[in-house]
């Protein structure tokens, strides 16, 4: 028997997004409902983001130490507990869930636990529940991409790698992603012996080439064994752990680990809801929106974060979706989604970092620029911590001395990208920069020779 209820909002999700537009529209005083498969939370506060940074930031102190060694530094004994390490990262995870339904229950907010499908333009089913609504918001994230390849199921998805309770010893990351490269830097750090597969000729894709063959000169040094051009073949189960063969654009490959872990993308987590059903419209990005995140085929259907077909699959583009989303919904669509300037961050050691357009684009765009371009381990904030591998590359446009690309690799890149894409958003130019004071000695001073 089916129970139905009529709601003036149903949101698929509960992640950054999600919990934006279900607050935001229950305060206006809509009836709202939400529904998640998974633990309240979303992936960036439980399976992403939050977690994963706990791990970097051991991985950091580690690498630390050993850059200081012979400058002032001793720590012979130094290594990481790695399940001591899991129960920190727990007391960041394991609250969430029962927080943010008890939040969602305290706001007046209908939670539901299961996997949702539509059965009509505006109509989910979860369980024996129907759910009739005036507006639904897809807001379900990501989930790894199906491989295809023999032996696939036998991965470990990077979710599955952060909740660990031991490291094995041999570890094999597929694809050359930030996953792979994040977690690749963390297990390294953390003692064990890791390879990287990744088919194409250059990882990271959508970071600056001159910058990425740093960071993999910089990742080999740590001993990860980087390979390019070999594209997984089969993965296979063996009485020691697993056996993966390769094909090689010279020869193929035959790789043993303890764990292989699926780095080579995410998609939306769209394949089950049933769009059909509710004539919501689809690419390989997502919900197919216009530009206010509305459904090009539902008007009552919207789409949010890593489940919309628009801007890049990001946290912090969620959590600002979920705000024009919630915009639209309570004062009609009036808000539109700049993705023109949004930073970007590999969490390796040291990390990498984009913001604005990258050489490639800005030449397919007909801009004319200069590109500052400069290897940094030289310079004072490197050599004062023992960084061997650090550049950057800014791109200012000719005429109007406007920025409009940088690219950072080094100590605290994550921090220091965000000043650049605050004075691209702000129209600021290289002169406006270099007319900053800056406290020194800081990474953000360093921006006055870049630009």
């Not at 990501?142 to 036998?154: K, T």
């Not at 993965?235 to 872990?261: P, S, Y």
């Not at 216009?290 to 583009?317: H, I, R």
Request: hydrophobic share 45%; aromatic share 6%.
């Amino acid at each position: 028997m089916t129970n139905s209820k009529n709601v003036d909002l149903v949101v698929l999700g509960t992640g950054a997004a999600a919990s934006t537009i279900a607050m935001r529209c229950r305060s206006a005083g809509w009836t709202v409902a939400i529904v998640d498969s998974r633990a309240f939370g979303g992936t960036c506060v439980l399976r992403g983001c939050d977690p994963k940074k706990v791990l970097v930031g051991n991985a950091e102190a580690i690498d630390w130490v050993d850059r200081l060694k012979g400058k002032g530094i001793r720590a012979d004994a130094l290594r990481v507990d790695w399940p001591e390490l899991m129960r920190f990262k727990r007391s960041f995870t394991d609250p969430v869930p029962k927080q943010r339904e008890e939040g969602f229950k305290e706001a007046g907010i209908d939670t539901f636990h299961g996997r949702a499908r539509f059965v009509g333009s505006t109509a989910v089913q979860i369980g024996d529940t129907r759910l009739d609504a005036r507006y639904v918001v897809i807001a379900t994230g990501a989930m790894p991409v199906h491989l295809g390849i023999p032996g696939a199921e036998l991965l470990t998805t990077s979710e599955q790698f952060l909740e660990l309770d031991a490291l094995p010893s041999r570890i094999l990351f597929v694809g050359g992603g930030y996953i792979s490269f994040e977690l690749a830097h963390i297990a390294a750090r953390a003692g064990a012996h890791v390879t990287i597969l990744h088919r194409g000729r250059r990882p990271l894709l959508h970071f600056d080439p001159d910058l990425v063959d740093v960071l993999v000169e910089r990742t080999r040094a740590l001993g990860i064994d980087v390979r390019l051009e070999a594209e997984i073949a089969t993965v296979e189960r063996a009485a020691t752990g697993f056996i993966v063969q390769t094909r090689h654009a010279a020869r193929d490959g035959r790789f043993e680990a303890d764990l292989v872990v699926h780095g080579a993308g995410r998609v939306p987590e769209i394949d089950d809801l049933d769009l059909v059903a509710a004539d919501v419209d689809r690419d390989r990005r997502g919900v197919t929106v216009n530009e206010y995140l509305q459904s090009v085929s539902n008007a009552k259907v919207y789409a949010a974060g890593d489940a919309a077909s628009s801007g890049p699959p990001l946290t912090p583009v969620a959590g600002y979706h979920g705000r024009i989303v919630a915009d639209n919904l309570l004062e009609g669509n009036r808000r539109t989604a700049d993705h023109s300037v949004v930073p970007s961050v590999v969490f390796t050691v040291p990390p990498l970092a984009a913001a604005g357009l990258g050489e490639a684009e800005a030449r397919e765009r007909g801009l004319e620029f200069v590109t500052n371009h400069q290897q940094t381990s030289g310079w004072y904030s490197s050599r004062r911590a023992g960084e061997t591998h650090a550049a950057f590359k800014v791109l200012v446009e000719m005429g109007s001395g406007r920025l409009i690309g940088a690219h950072l690799l080094g100590m605290h890149a994550e921090e220091v990208i965000n000043l650049f894409a605050m004075a691209m958003r702000a129209g600021l130019t290289s002169s406006d920069i270099k007319d900053m004071l800056f406290a020194y000695p800081t990474h953000a001073s360093d921006l006055l020779y870049m630009v």
